[in-house]
């Protein structure tokens, strides 16, 4: 079964694409039914947003540990099945490396370090119960366009918290207990002088509709360069909502990264001889960064100062004087002083919920970026495991984006293409793969290695 056609996208990949029709596809019988993936993406989507009800106390521990469990519960309850996903091998490699962590003298306690090693594999996990899932391509059309409506509708939601934060953003006294004493440093100045936080859309924190404004300024520019008045209409509202909250949420990286993913779509297209399309989506691009740029300069104060810097300033001094120093003191003096990795559970929620700062052999540590999470967990051989298997993941975005032949499917693989980009250099200045956007990294690369490996091969 299969969601509609949501747009004429779905549809052009379910009648165009020969994936679909071939016997040895990702639909072939055997395989679980795509409503375990739908079912997924879906049961994301009301976790995510379930945490912004205020007065949850415990509960929003329970909501948070619910959306890893739902990953490792898949992993037992969908069927086996299916093809191996090329970058399974590493993902074993990089799951033992943390199991011998256990035995590590560095170990903060036992039931931390299990912990982390369970956590991880919710995480990784995906690549291995996806692809037992029948996502044929209309199945792999239907997850990105749920995905594109979930965050265009959290980037409009964003948009209402900055005009009607009495009405739509959460409550002060949620954001500070949330935030602590960062608080106040997440608000942003509106040109009538008001303060209000960062637009956080439909998450927690003050600032977060930026990523849900990215994802959907990508995937709306592709919507705009489908055939159809409505998908086009909805592909050019998109972009600019998202592109105004990241503006507002003053988030330089996610600008950035947003507009590396647009413009390898666009290429992509180009080489593959849509230049007409590419040009037509480069075009919409630039029009709704320059529109959304002076809506948000006109609502908000500082917009044109946060930016500039990235004109201003040498791209490697503000990555550096903002993240870039701790990536420099991971590989300079993390790494050389724990080669084998420091021991689990001696950083972050596995460190706050199961661990201990009594044990002398195993004092807390503070992980602000992904490799240094990595070398903590595992040393060089977990850091190399980690960031070869996200290699290996968008080499294989790629080579479907240059090799499919229809344009359709190809177009949907240079969206996960440029998500990939987007996801590998967030590790830069956040431990990305320690949170719900790692887990939906592996999601939905397996899916898209599901729904079109058979296309590539033949």
Not at 142 to 148: E, K, M, Q, T, Y
Request: with cysteine; charged share 10%; net charge neutral.
């Amino acid at each position: 079964m299969a969601l509609p056609h949501i747009t004429s996208v779905g549809a052009a990949v379910a009648t165009r694409s020969p994936a679909a029709a071939l016997p040895g596809a990702a639909g072939a019988l055997g395989l679980a039914s795509p409503w375990w993936l739908y079912g997924f993406v879906g049961l994301q989507m009301v976790l995510q947003t379930a945490l912004l009800v205020p007065g949850l106390g415990p509960g929003r521990t329970l909501l948070r540990i619910g959306t890893f469990a739902v990953s490792l519960g898949l992993l037992v309850a969908v069927p086996a099945g299916g093809r191996r996903h090329p970058v399974a091998p590493l993902v074993v490699l990089l799951l033992a490396v943390l199991a011998l962590g256990l035995l590590h003298p560095g170990l903060n306690t036992p039931t931390a370090g299990v912990a982390t090693v369970v956590f991880y594999l919710a995480i990784w996990c995906p690549v291995f119960w996806v692809p037992r899932i029948a996502v044929t391509p209309l199945a792999f059309a239907n997850v990105i366009l749920l995905l594109w409506a979930f965050h265009t509708l959290s980037a409009a939601v964003g948009v209402l918290q900055v005009y009607d934060p009495g009405r739509f953003a959460p409550d002060p006294e949620f954001v500070k207990q949330m935030s602590g004493v960062n608080a106040d440093g997440l608000m942003v100045e509106l040109s009538d002088g008001t303060k209000v936080y960062r637009p956080a859309g439909l998450t927690d924190s003050p600032g977060g509709a930026a990523g849900s404004g990215s994802f959907a300024a990508l995937v709306g520019v592709l919507l705009f360069g489908a055939r159809g008045v409505v998908p086009k209409a909805l592909g050019a509202a998109s972009v600019p909502v998202g592109l105004f909250c990241i503006y507002l949420s003053h988030v330089r990286s996610t600008l950035v990264v947003t507009a590396l993913s647009i413009a390898g779509l666009v290429a992509s297209l180009a080489v593959r001889g849509q230049v007409g399309r590419a040009t037509g989506i480069a075009g919409v691009a630039a029009a709704a960064a320059v529109g959304a740029f002076a809506w948000a300069a006109a609502v908000g104060t500082g917009v044109t100062d946060r930016f500039a810097t990235l004109l201003d300033d040498d791209p490697g001094k503000v990555y550096h004087a903002n993240r870039g120093h701790f990536l420099e003191s991971t590989l300079t003096e993390d790494l050389p002083a724990h080669p084998l990795g420091a021991g689990l559970g001696r950083y972050g929620m596995m460190f706050v919920y199961f661990g201990t700062p009594t044990n002398p052999d195993s004092p807390p540590l503070w992980a602000e970026i992904q490799a240094t999470a990595w070398v903590y967990d595992g040393g060089l051989l977990l850091l190399l495991a980690g960031y070869t298997a996200i290699g290996g993941a968008i080499a294989h975005a790629v080579r479907f984006t240059l090799t499919l032949r229809d344009n359709a499917s190809a177009a949907l693989a240079a969206v996960v293409a440029g998500y990939d980009v987007s996801v590998l250099i967030s590790t830069a200045g956040y431990s990305t793969f320690l949170s719900q956007s790692g887990m939906m990294f592996w999601v939905l690369n397996a899916a898209l290695y599901t729904a079109f490996a058979e296309a590539d091969r033949r």
